[in-house]
């Protein structure tokens, strides 16, 4: 037999239903905050995400799926969404009569990382994406309708910690002193960061191999090397964030594993999530669209893993897959009336199931049972000589005779469930 990839799930049953709900959830309400959907290849030039995520990130050395189509150009499975949103963005030109534009993506992004609890290799993210926007209203707008989708879903258990990276002004003075701070501690860096303290020391930070981790306490934080114009845009979105009611934690350790951000950055973490707590995670990145090549746009967004967030979602009764009708068929000239109905059925709105073996009475109220059905309709040789069905309310258990003719009229369309 063959087996699916390592990493690479099959979403099913109750996890299926839920992904739906969630999905329309999203939709219902980034659509309160005017996001327009937008819906990206998954395949990308590679370079895109190289110059995007930048060379020296974790993604982009070791978990791409990188390769080389038929025609020898080089392509990469998106890891991730943004630098697609932006690459479209400029490609159709978008950024033009509307200075401010707002798109959302919900889809699959694959990253070779080593599979465990709440890690995979191919996983989901709804993400948002505003342009256009240079003040931290951007990021009020962004953390804002975050907060109100967890909060709509019910998920509390959640700790959000923001920080600043500064900008070109004021990021290489802290590099410089986390070069210098990690220059004399060599032999306490893995490999990876050995290597990346010349190229970017920032890496070092979110390092996550715990021989690293334990310099990390007493290394230099960016806040304290912040300019006035990054100082003063932070202390605003704080301004802001307490306008709104949103509870947030400083943490300087939060330097995010992509290159493309500036200003804010932030990341929601829940403990009931285990060792991969990050449920959703973001930023300000307002160089990428000028280094991709495109508009100068200041762009913030953020990306939550929708299989972190349905392992989250605990309460089950709102998920059962019921179904309006069963119908049991008994007997061959049942047969021709009983499909027939069921036809009826399903197309005025209502979902219908049977038994295509035509199994005993007994047997088909059992499947009628098991799969939940709200209603059954019993059609027998009797009923049919009668111009009648069996209606059963499968909660109540309660009978009632119904004629057929009644369906034909469309009387029906009454039942509500
Ligand atoms: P990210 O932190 O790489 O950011 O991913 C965002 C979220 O995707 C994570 O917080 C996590 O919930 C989920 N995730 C990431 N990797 C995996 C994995 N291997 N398995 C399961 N879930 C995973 C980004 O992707 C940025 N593009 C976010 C962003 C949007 N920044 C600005 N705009």
Not at 188 to 197: A, G, Q, T, V
Request: one cysteine or more.
């Amino acid at each position: 037999m063959i087996h699916s990839i390592r990493g690479f799930n099959d979403i099913y049953g109750k996890e299926s239903v839920i992904f739906q709900k969630l999905e329309s959830l999203l939709r219902e309400i980034l659509k309160l905050w005017n996001f327009k959907e937008v819906r990206l290849p998954i395949l990308e030039k590679t370079e895109l995400f190289q110059r995007g995520i930048g060379d020296d990130t974790d993604i982009v050395e070791k978990e791409m799926y990188t390769f080389y189509d038929r025609n020898g150009e080089s392509l990469t499975m998106r890891p991730e969404g943004t630098a697609s949103v932006v690459r479209f963005l400029n490609e159709h030109k978008l950024y033009g009569s509307d200075r401010y534009l707002k798109f959302f993506y919900i889809g699959p992004m694959f990253r070779y990382e080593r599979p465990q609890k709440g890690r995979l290799r191919q996983f989901h993210q709804a993400g948002i994406e505003i342009f256009g926007l240079p003040h931290p209203l951007a990021e009020l707008e962004g953390i804002s309708v975050l907060q109100y989708i967890l909060s709509r879903i019910g998920i509390t258990d959640t700790t959000f910690y923001i920080n600043s990276l500064g900008c070109d002004l004021c990021r290489p003075g802290y590099k410089e002193a986390l070069f210098s701070f990690f220059d004399n501690k060599e032999e306490h860096l893995c490999e990876d960061c050995k290597r990346r303290k010349i190229k970017n020391p920032l890496r070092l930070i979110d390092c996550k191999s715990t021989k690293c981790q334990e310099n990390l306490e007493k290394a230099p934080k960016i806040t304290d090397f912040l300019c006035n114009n990054c100082k003063n845009h932070f202390d605003e979105l704080k301004n802001l964030l307490f306008l709104y009611n949103i509870s947030f934690e400083e943490n300087p350790k939060i330097v995010r594993g992509l290159d493309y951000y500036n200003r804010t950055v932030f990341e929601v973490h829940s403990k009931s999530l285990g060792a991969q707590s990050a449920l959703c995670a973001g930023g300000r990145y307002d160089r990428l669209s000028k280094d991709l090549g495109g508009f100068d746009l200041p762009a913030f967004g953020w990306a939550m893993g929708i299989e972190r967030l349905i392992s989250l979602i605990t309460d089950s009764s709102d998920y059962s897959e019921e179904i309006d009708f069963f119908v049991v068929i008994i007997g061959e000239s049942a047969k021709k009336e009983g499909l027939t109905v069921i036809d009826r059925l399903r197309k005025a709105g209502y979902s219908v199931e049977y038994d295509t073996f035509f199994g005993s009475v007994k047997s088909q109220l059992r499947r009628a049972d098991k799969l939940k059905a709200k209603k059954t309709i019993i059609l027998g040789e009797d009923e049919i000589k009668r111009g009648v069905f069996i209606l059963k309310d499968m909660k109540e258990g309660k009978e009632e005779v119904v004629e057929i003719n009644k369906l034909w009229k469309g009387d029906f369309v009454k039942w509500s469930f």
